[in-house]
């Protein structure tokens, strides 16, 4: 079982930028697909970005597209998302998920318990 614990999150005013981490214990990401989903207050959890074990391949929201950038660091076991000219609407809770691989990201097998983000206008 891999543990994930997300950082990173805070206020910001709109325009600016956070970096969130998602770090892994208990178990490493080894071979393993990660993501970012994040869940604004009486809105469904939503994908925003997965990153493959390699790094080699990422898949963005359109939402966040341009804006967002995933990252990884196999040897930390930290996966990150730079965030860019943030909107108020991108204030949510911030989640990261690891999965099989990027195809099944919409089954992760586990999360982490979530970081605030708040944009203001």
């Known amino acids: 079982q891999v543990q994930l614990e997300e950082s990173g999150g805070g206020l910001v005013q709109a325009g600016g930028s956070l970096r969130l981490s998602c770090a892994a214990s208990g178990r490493t990401f080894s071979g393993y697909a990660t993501g970012w989903f994040r869940q604004a207050p009486g809105k469904e959890r939503e994908f925003a970005a997965s990153i493959s074990w390699s790094g080699g391949s990422k898949y963005y929201a359109d939402s966040v597209k341009g804006r967002f950038t995933i990252s990884r660091d196999n040897a930390k076991n930290t996966v990150y998302l730079l965030m860019n000219s943030l909107k108020p609407e991108d204030t949510a809770v911030y989640y990261c998920?690891?999965?099989?691989?990027?195809?099944?990201?919409?089954?992760?097998?586990?999360w982490g318990q979530g970081t605030q983000v708040t944009v203001s206008s």
């Open positions: 998920a690891v999965a099989a691989s990027t195809t099944t990201m919409n089954n992760p097998w586990s």
